[in-house]
């Protein structure tokens, strides 16, 4: 055992009995109750435009930066833009997966209207598609008509989570379930999933070496190390970003054995920890759902975004945790090889993978944290 490893294994030992000596009182008071707040506040606005964004929110985005900035026009008038501050030049250099967020914030409004009585009218890009990156143009108009029809899958937006724990390897995930999220996610784009065998045990593989390339790939791992908040303070401080909560991860931090600073350090074993804790999550997958356009628009990259929403809410429905695995689908050069590989084995048609997802049955994780709507909100002059 090398001294890293004991020194490593020692702070973990300690942190135990520190912790099992505090009681449950530490463990407790170390939850980001207020950066969770918007989970509880959602549709408890007074206006129909403000109780559907207060949802909108909720959406999932990458590295949960919270691209969303909107412009309030009236109560039933709004104009949604990317906050350019908040994009991922590393990871997602041409906005890609940014869009895709930002095209689920706009499902999940629609849904919110709906559930509320109105019609959500949605103009994407009404003063063309920004190429190759995103800019101040606006995402989308958008206006509330009375009417809507209700979406079943609404219900299920308060559950949705990104489940970052081991999936159970003894509990397969039934096709039946795989093909419901396929329904979900409709006829605007293309969807696969494989639930067993060689397929997905080559897709586990390919996933684990995208999770390597990127940690080791100096500039993406520091642009997630960038957003990373660690324990309560830095959560409820920084509503955004990468969280890692818990007792344990707290006492690490504070014993400074797992920073961003040592997960930075290849020779540290913190940064081989995370890369054996992302090893874990495509080791554990046991089925991959994919989506794919047929080109790569901005207005396909919107409708990805809806699509993904949607087929996530069905595996909450079912009962099945969901983490995106798109690490190979990212287009800096580093990855070039890896994305000519998922697409030969998912997309030999052609196309572009929007997005693929990793799905199985595991612990419940709580709410990712979010910043309140009003920080979100420019009101119009």
Same mark, same amino acid.
């Given at each position: ?75 039933? +008038? ?7 501050? $908040? @994009?991922?030049? %590393?990871?997602? /250099?041409?906005?890609?997966? !940014? =869009? ?37 143009r606006p995402v989308a108009r ?80 520091? +642009? ?7 324990? $309560? @303070?830095?959560? %409820?401080?920084? /509503?955004?970003?990468?969280? !890692? =909560? ?5 006492a690490l931090q504070i014993a400074g054995i797992m920073t ?117 909100? $420019?009101?119009?002059?």
């Amino acid at each position: 055992m090398t001294s890293s490893r004991r020194r490593f294994l020692q702070i973990l030992g300690s942190s135990a009995v520190i912790l099992a000596a505090a009681g449950t009182g530490f463990v407790l008071t170390r939850e980001p109750v207020g950066a969770r707040a918007p989970w509880r506040n959602a549709g408890s606005y007074p206006d129909p435009m403000r109780r559907a964004l207060s949802w909108a929110v909720l959406a999932p985005n990458p590295h949960n930066r919270q691209p969303w900035i909107v412009d309030l026009i009236s109560e039933t +008038e709004a104009v949604l833009y990317c906050d350019m501050d $908040r @994009r991922l030049p %590393e990871t997602d /250099p041409f906005d890609r997966q !940014i =869009t895709i967020g930002l095209g689920c914030f706009l499902e999940i409004f629609r849904q919110a209207a709906a559930e509320d009585g109105f019609a959500a009218e949605v103009e994407v890009f009404p003063e063309g598609e920004p190429q190759p990156r995103l800019d101040q143009r606006p995402v989308a108009r958008m206006s509330l008509t009375p009417g809507g029809e209700a979406d079943p899958l609404f219900a299920f937006i308060p559950d949705r989570r990104t489940n970052r724990n081991p999936y159970d390897t003894e509990r397969d995930v039934p096709e039946t379930a795989l093909a419901a999220m396929q329904t979900a996610a409709g006829d605007r784009l293309s969807t696969g999933f494989v639930a067993s065998g060689a397929r997905r045990d080559a897709l586990r593989s390919l996933c684990q070496e995208a999770s390597r390339v990127e940690q080791i790939t100096p500039a993406t791992w520091q +642009e997630s190390l960038d957003v990373m908040r660690i324990g $309560r @303070r830095q959560i %409820e401080a920084h /509503p955004d970003g990468i969280a !890692i =909560t818990g007792a344990m991860m707290e006492a690490l931090q504070i014993a400074g054995i797992m920073t961003t600073e040592t997960m930075a350090d290849p020779d540290h074993r913190a940064f081989g920890e995370s890369l054996s804790m992302q090893a874990g999550w495509s080791q554990t997958a046991m089925a991959f759902f994919w989506m794919r356009t047929s080109s790569n628009t901005r207005a396909e990259q919107i409708d990805a975004g809806a699509a993904y929403l949607r087929a996530a809410l069905s595996a909450t429905r079912d009962g099945l945790a969901m983490q995106p695995m798109s690490q190979s689908l990212q287009e800096y050069p580093e990855m070039a090889e890896l994305y000519r590989e998922v697409h030969q084995r998912l997309a030999p048609e052609g196309g572009t993978l929007q997005m693929l997802a990793r799905l199985g049955y595991a612990r419940p994780v709580s709410e990712a944290p979010r910043w309140p709507l009003e920080t979100r909100l $420019r009101e119009s002059a």
